[in-house]
């Protein structure tokens, strides 16, 4: 337990040494209504909540800001490292803004983030859908996995002390990591979601999300090629 406490406070402060970095990003890169970065940039705010895995204490979508939230499938408290157990309202407190951006190395995704939960550690994830876009079932989703390649080595971060985070990665042309492949820009895709989860137990798994009940999706950013 002490070796994953030292391990998880390290990529804390390797995760704010690399807060500038994704800061200049978004302070100096062009709105996506600039006609010379229309094409190859989109930049929002929109996050939305996921509680895709998330449950009351009876087994239910959950609905009462002040209830208490577990993961769906092993009914496991979703609790923060420091052991304390979440509300939905903190669950739901994540913004933050995404920026993709095509280069010729693949596509860029920058994230920055208030809301997380302190000391959290997160991975962030793909999904890609043909038309019509995201239904319930997933039918027409094509791809999925983890930027910065199949391993997963580049995939996470952890958040700081004040529930702030960033992470700046590429997502190369070819095959994702859990399935289907990707072309050299995303914004070339129907509908792309960028996912951000929650692991409850400190670890990552590659470029999978890991076992049941060791992860819980908390946000995501939705992307339109309309």
Known sequence: MKTLVNSVILLALLAMASCQKVEDIFDHVKDHDDDD???????????????????????????????????????????SPSGHHLTLEEFDAVTGKLKMTCTPEGTRVDLKLEGLIPFGLYSVWVLVFDEPGFTPDFAHEIAEGVPGGNEGLYSSFVAGSDGTGTYSEIVPEGDMSFFGSVTDCLLDEYEVHIVGAYHMDGKTYGGELGPDGKAVEQFAWVYLND
């Open 37 to 79: 970065q229309a094409e190859t940039s989109f930049k929002t705010s929109d996050i939305e909540a996921v509680h895709l895995f998330l449950a009351d204490e009876n087994g239910d979508t959950p609905t009462d800001p002040k209830g208490l939230v577990y993961e769906s499938r092993k009914m496991n408290p979703v609790l």
